[in-house]
């Protein structure tokens, strides 16, 4: 006869067994380096043979049908296989891989898996992170991305901003420049007012970073005022607000946060000022000299529950976002549109200094004014069209933004030029 004891070890032991068996192991994580020469139509045939649950897994809304989420796969595949096709030799010879950057690292600068981050800054990180993760070999982390992208703008909008990035990459590759875009910038002193014209476009990247978020920022600690030449700040007058500057700048500081600033009604009416509601407001240039505007220098502390409590103390040095840029600041198109994503970005998670760090990039590619142009209209468009909801407002600034980037091809006149690295203001 077995013992009591032996046979209470032997059920023991077949228990933990049991559990053994039955528990799931975790999917592993892929941390493939970028290969710059893989071949990108192999390794979209290795991922379509995938399981597709498991290429999924929480990225595609729960409310899909199986049926939806084929199709949206296959779509996303398709989709793969076209920028690889068109972008393959061209983005290759300008993919600088320094250390050991994985496929993970550039999706993760997406930023659609952060919480903290806005709409905006979202997709326009991610039109411009597909075509990279694609070329670079990286099938499984584009369709991903492409699958978020779905669901944030839809499949036919996703694809429409994508072909027009694609022509905006093939655009700025035919005119790019011998001399490379510098890995660092800094403004030098004594060019007063190009450094007043970025403090505009700070506006309007702050006014992007905020697009859709309606009311929830009512509180705010103002200290001065920017005054900004040759500019008109545009948006929904302030009843009463008119008059001379020292009543108009009163009568907007009395509104606090919710006042953008005032601005002069230029040759028409000299010496009057206007001030103007914060909500959809927006910075653009002047053909009028006499035309200014003064910025009503607020930071927001918003309501209870606001995100903006948990970003005030973030860490705004992020050492693998910083491997992603050294990688996009050399594809000409694609590292104006990430310099410009990842301003808005970092504006939104309150880290104003490296957002404002990005942005100067911005304007090395396009220049202020244009950059202001862009940045403004865009700022416009989304905030009109947000009686439509927040994605259809933060879309409709995103086609406004890669339109407006497309007229400048034409006709762009760089107020920079880059010696040795070093960015000087002619």
């Known amino acids: 006869m077995m013992s009591s004891k032996l046979k209470w070890l032997i059920v023991i ?24 020469g893989s071949d990108t139509h192999e390794a979209v045939e290795e991922v379509s043979k995938q399981n597709l649950d498991s290429l999924l897994g929480s990225q595609v809304q729960s409310g899909l049908l199986p049926e939806e989420k084929s199709e949206r796969i296959q779509s996303a595949q398709r989709m793969i296989s076209v920028l690889g096709a068109k972008l393959q030799e061209q983005i290759q010879a300008h993919l600088h891989i320094q250390g050991n950057i994985s496929c993970e690292e550039l999706l993760s600068a997406s930023a659609v898996d952060d ?33 978020k992208l779905y669901d944030l703008l839809g499949v036919a909008d996703t694809e429409e901003l994508l072909m027009e990035v694609e022509g905006l990459i ?40 905020f697009a859709g978020e309606g009311n929830t920022i009512q509180e705010g600690h103002c200290e001065g005022w920017s005054r900004v030449n040759g500019t008109m700040l545009i948006g929904n007058a302030v009843e009463g607000g008119t008059g001379g500057l020292e009543d108009a700048l009163s009568s ?7 006042c953008a600033g005032v601005t002069s009604s230029g ?55 910083q491997r992603v840029y050294n990688v996009m600041e050399w594809i000409p198109g694609v590292s104006t549109l990430y310099n410009l994503g990842t301003a808005v970005y970092y504006a939104s998670v309150n880290c104003s200094e490296t957002a404002k760090e990005r942005a ?64 000087t203001i002619d």
């Open 13 to 36: 032991q077949l228990l933990l067994n049991e559990q053994a068996l039955c528990r799931v192991p975790p999917p592993l994580v892929q941390k493939s380096t970028l290969l710059p």
């Open 115 to 147: 919480q903290l981050s806005s709409i905006f800054p979202q997709e326009l990180l991610g039109l411009s992170l597909v075509p990279v993760l694609v070329v670079a070999g990286c099938p499984k982390e584009a369709q991903t991305l492409l699958l």
């Open 170 to 209: 093939e655009r700025r590759m035919s005119k790019s420049a011998a001399a490379p875009t510098p890995t660092s910038a800094s403004l030098p002193s004594g060019r007063d007012q190009t450094q007043r014209h970025i403090k505009a476009v700070m506006f309007n990247i702050e006014q992007l970073a």
């Open 252 to 258: 907007c500081e009395s509104l606090g946060f919710l």
């Open 267 to 321: 040759r028409h009416t000299p010496g009057m000022y206007q001030a103007v509601w914060k909500k959809s407001s927006r910075i653009l240039p002047s053909d009028s000299t006499e035309s200014e505007t003064w910025i009503h220098q607020c930071s927001a502390t918003a309501a209870t529950g606001h995100r903006w409590k948990r970003s005030t103390q973030r860490n705004c040095i992020n050492k693998s976002e």
């Open 360 to 423: 100067i990039l911005s304007a090395v590619d396009l220049g202020t004014d244009a950059l202001m142009v862009a940045t403004g209209g865009t700022a416009g468009v989304a905030g009109y069209a947000l009686g439509a909801g927040v994605k259809t407002g933060v879309k409709a600034g995103v086609k406004y933004l890669l339109n407006s980037m497309k007229e400048e091809d034409d006709m762009l006149v760089n107020q920079f030029s880059v010696e040795e690295g070093v960015i």
